[in-house]
């Protein structure tokens, strides 16, 4: 069984498109991530959530708007998407506090075209 | 200022034989934790091994340890008897837990190749 699972795993898009990345897990964790992975393999916090609440908003620009309907799950939407957000996108979770674990999901290939 | 610094951009090892990965780190908290993943050509990212800034003695996961040294913020992966599989990027990541920012602070990585 998949703990953390996102899909798509890959996603072709054109510019000014809106699209979604989905994330669940079925570890039990409250607290849930989005990670930015670079051209470059580096890996960036965006977001984070704990029991559905956002409690980290990184210097992210306002078109891409996380949304948690439940603390299982933790959505990312993108608006008008941009050459430059084409990059590898990782959900992780962790149970708090402590957190000496963060799974991470197989990541969603976004490429802009 | 770099919180997490992985000097090695890439490294070779021959099979069989021990590799260490350095890792640096920047804090001013006195509680945080210190993460090893591993990230092969398929890209998935796997968690590797754990050191809280409290635990006293090095951690271990099977083949993988941690080389712990406070004082000197270092934090370094020590891979016995290298595998083919072992080749990868590996990546060294901080929490800083009394700040209460709970997300992973990443460092640029390192490139382990091994060789038959």
């Known amino acids: 069984d998949t703990a953390v699972s996102q899909t798509p795993k890959y996603l072709v898009t054109q510019m000014g498109n809106d699209k979604s990345i989905k994330c669940e897990q079925n570890?039990?964790?409250?607290?849930m991530y989005w990670y930015k992975q670079d051209s470059k393999k580096f890996l960036k916090i965006m977001f984070s959530y704990n029991n559905k609440e956002l409690i980290i908003n990184e210097t992210v620009p306002n078109r891409f708007s996380p949304k948690s309907p439940d603390k299982a799950h933790l959505n990312l939407h993108i608006n008008s998407l941009e050459l430059g957000d084409s990059a590898v996108y990782f959900c992780?979770?962790?149970?708090?506090?402590?957190?000496?674990?963060?799974?991470f999901g197989e990541g969603s290939w976004l490429t802009v075209v | 200022a770099q919180k997490i610094t992985q000097t090695q951009p890439g490294m070779f090892v021959q099979e069989k034989e021990a590799v260490t990965l350095d890792c640096t780190y920047d804090?001013?908290?006195?509680?945080?934790?210190l993460f090893w993943y591993k990230q092969p050509s398929s890209g998935e990212m796997i968690f590797l091994i754990y050191q809280g800034s409290y635990d006293e003695q090095n951690a271990t996961e099977g083949r993988y340890s941690l080389n712990f040294q406070k004082a000197r913020k270092s934090a370094n992966l020590v891979i016995s008897a290298s595998q083919l599989g072992d080749s990868a990027m590996y990546f060294c990541a901080m929490r800083e837990v009394q700040s209460g920012r709970r997300a992973l602070t990443f460092g640029s990585g390192t490139r382990l190749q091994v060789q038959p």
């Open positions: 804090t001013s908290d006195q509680s945080y934790g």
């Open positions: 570890l039990g964790h409250d607290t």
């Open positions: 992780a979770s962790s149970q708090e506090p402590g957190g000496n674990t963060i799974y």
